[in-house]
């Protein structure tokens, strides 16, 4: 028969089984959850720079112009944030 200790020594076994499984293993698609939202939080960010980047550094009165060049600002940001930013080369790598 098994010990009070025992029996607590497994349950705690058990709770930690689900995180050593996540960080043995990164492509683990639990472990992409967290990655994503910060993706997605830093996009969110990314959307105010750029209408505020572009009207700084152009200020463009003709719609056609602020759309490329607001369009034009988010595609270099997000590139730069794709090579170096670690959430989008972990997400990245699988």
Known sequence: MLAKN???RAINAR???PRLRDQQSPGHPRTHQPRRRRILWYLGLLVPFV????????????IRKQ???VSLIFVVVFALLNLFHPAF?????R
Do not use: Y
């Open 15 to 17: 709770r930690l089984q």
């Open 67 to 69: 759309l490329l060049a």
């Open 51 to 62: 209408f505020f980047a572009e009207k700084l550094v152009f200020g463009f009165a003709d």
């Open 6 to 8: 025992e029996i607590a």
């Open 89 to 93: 080369q972990m997400c990245a790598r």
